[in-house]
Nanobody
Framework: VQLQASGGGLVQVGGSLRLSCTAS????????IGWFRQAPGKEREGVSC????????YYTNSVKGRFTISTDSAKNTVYLQMNSLKPEDTAVYYC??????????????????????????WGKGTQVTVSS
């Protein structure tokens, strides 16, 4: 299983980036997959995740209304569209997945994303830098 993330870069405040994460070794159907980030000196944070079986999504409060997670099953890829970027979005962004995820409903994907501990596979990070 591999997760290949790409799309990071340097962008000005208010700009946009789209992160991509292509999975190999498993199909996205019936999995939990999403994005986490870690800024220097800060703990890892669950940014956004999706339960591919139900389409349920989770966004951390600070990105709601600005970021959108989506999947392309044909490409076995998950995307994170990031708009209206702020300096505080600067971090290394990681893609992670749990191929064996069973959605328990009741915002379960939120719990999975918040803690991140159930994510079995992690990709290498991609740096996002937002300059002011």
């Amino acid at each position: 299983v591999q997760l290949q993330a790409s799309g990071g870069g340097l962008v000005q405040v208010g700009g946009s980036l789209r992160l991509s994460c292509t999975a190999s070794g498993f199909t996205l159907g019936h999995s939990a997959i999403g994005w986490f980030r870690q800024a220097p000196g800060k703990e890892r944070e669950g940014v956004s995740c999706i339960s591919t079986s139900t389409g349920s999504t989770y966004y951390t409060n600070s990105v709601k209304g600005r970021f959108t997670i989506s999947t392309d099953s044909a490409k076995n890829t998950v995307y994170l569209q990031m708009n209206s970027l702020k300096p505080e979005d600067t971090a290394v962004y990681y893609c992670a997945a749990d191929p064996g995820y069973v959605d328990q409903g009741l915002s379960d994907i939120g719990v999975v994303c918040y803690y991140g501990s159930d994510m079995e596979y992690w990709g290498k990070g991609t740096q996002v830098t937002v300059s002011s």
